[in-house]
């Protein structure tokens, strides 16, 4: 008998690597439950968020730039044309989202953070405070906010800055109502008063045990609400009391557009608009897919 025989090698079978096809159908149940227009509105955001991070690679021509080109057509040397100052439409267009992108998402940031804030810190002391808060809402939500926001621009003036700081003043409310209203919910549950009864203080109790069962009403109305804050900062600029040219914005490029359109220099504003159409329609089709995953409510319906 050999004693320097080799010990006999057992066959260990191949991992299967799991296919391109099978990662993106785990992606499309798993995290979109099946929504064909959520993967879509998703798929739509992504190209546009990746447009709009990269954009300063993709602009080969200076947005702010005029030259004696004016209204040219579509072509090669031009994407989308130019306007009337002969810019050129396709940079002034990827310039603009990035800005409204970066606007609508400081802004509605900003209005999560104050409005989660007073929504939790209400809800659960309760009190003259709460409802001293609540009727400032009322009142508040009782206006048009397109009106207030119109207003609050004319006393600060236009600008960058003040779209941000109206985009968060005009959001503070539906924050600040939903989430008390989650901390009303359970702030008499059983984990509540376990903490309570631990010794935890108020603060503890709110910031440690309330803020983070409030996450999944926060994410859904915060992607549903950056749709009507793009949408809010194009409407303000197009009524020429928001971003102010010559930096561009899509609600600028829009109405100034329409001034030519019988000229048919269609693309001055057929582009920008297409453009700030599908932000609008992908971030509601992504912020309807996160209510139907997230809220037990449609959940269980």
């Known amino acids: 008998m050999n004693m320097h025989s080799e010990p006999m090698r057992i066959p260990v079978p191949a991992t299967r690597q ?4 099978f990662a993106w159908r785990r992606v499309y149940h798993g995290i979109f439950g099946g929504d064909a227009l959520g993967f879509a509105g998703a798929a739509l955001l992504a190209l546009l968020i990746a447009v709009a991070v990269i954009g300063p690679l993709l602009v080969t021509q200076d947005p702010l730039l005029t030259t004696p080109k004016t209204l040219l057509a579509p072509s090669a040397e031009h994407w989308l044309g130019t306007d009337h100052f002969g810019r050129d439409v396709f940079s002034r267009t990827v310039t603009s989202l990035r800005i409204d992108f970066i606007v609508a998402g400081v802004g509605v940031a900003g209005a999560v953070l104050i409005g989660s804030f007073i929504g939790l810190v ?4 309760g009190g003259w405070l709460d409802e001293l808060a ?18 609050l621009i004319l006393v600060m003036g236009p600008g960058l800055e003040s779209i941000i700081v109206v ?7 539906t924050y600040a109502r939903v989430i008390r209203g989650e901390a009303l919910s359970r702030k008499t549950l059983e984990y ?3 903490a309570r009864c631990s010794g935890a203080s108020e603060a503890s109790i709110i910031f440690r045990h309330l803020m983070p069962n409030t996450l ?53 504003s057929i582009g920008p608009g297409l453009v700030l159409a ?23 319906g």
């Open 18 to 21: 799991p296919s391109p096809r």
């Open 122 to 125: 209400c809800g659960y002391l």
């Open 134 to 151: 609540m009727r400032f809402v009322d009142i508040v939500q009782s206006f048009p906010l397109l009106l207030i926001a119109m207003v």
């Open 167 to 173: 985009t968060v003043l005009i959001n503070i409310p």
């Open 192 to 194: 509540i008063d376990a």
């Open 216 to 268: 999944s009403p926060i994410i859904v109305h915060g992607s549903l609400n950056l749709a009507a804050a793009v949408g809010n900062v194009a409407a303000l600029s197009f009524l020429g009391v928001g971003i102010r040219p010559p930096t561009p914005d899509l609600g600028v490029m829009v109405a100034e557009g329409t001034n030519y359109l019988i000229q048919g220099a269609w693309w001055m």
């Open 278 to 300: 599908a932000t609008i329609f992908s971030l509601n089709l992504v912020g309807d897919c996160l209510e139907g995953r997230l809220d037990p409510r449609r959940t269980e």
